[in-house]
């Protein structure tokens, strides 16, 4: 088991950026493929973007292609998703998830997960 600790969340104006952060403890952090999901009131959880043990490898949903990053630091234990050209409906909590399994391009199951930081896009 990995325990995860995210951070960065906070409120915006559309237009702008914000990075969040993830610190794995536990386990060995390279060993995990990760992913940063998000949910709004009222809606189904969304993976947001995804990224393989090294890093190679990532994938985004449609509604953030090219406005988000995802990117990783095996030497610090950290997930970082640096988002920019916010929008009001990216507006959710955030919340950064461990996979022992080699990220899927749309989904994976996902073994641990953070208490999850809320980002708020004011128009």
């Known amino acids: 088991q990995v325990q995860l600790v995210e951070s960065g969340g906070g409120l915006v104006q559309a237009g702008g950026s914000l990075r969040l952060t993830c610190v794995a403890s536990g386990r060995t952090f390279s060993s995990y493929a990760m992913g940063w999901f998000r949910q709004a009131p009222g809606r189904e959880r969304e993976r947001v973007a995804a990224i393989s043990y090294a890093g190679r490898t990532t994938y985004y949903a449609d509604s953030v292609k090219g406005r988000f990053t995802i990117s990783r630091d095996n030497a610090k234990n950290t997930l970082y998703l640096q988002m920019n050209s916010l929008k009001p409906e990216d507006t959710a909590v955030y919340y950064c998830?461990?996979?022992?399994?080699?990220?899927?391009?749309?989904?994976?199951?996902?073994?641990?997960w953070g208490q999850g930081t809320q980002v708020t896009v004011s128009s």
């Open positions: 998830a461990a996979s022992r399994s080699f990220p899927t391009p749309t989904g994976g199951k996902y073994d641990d």
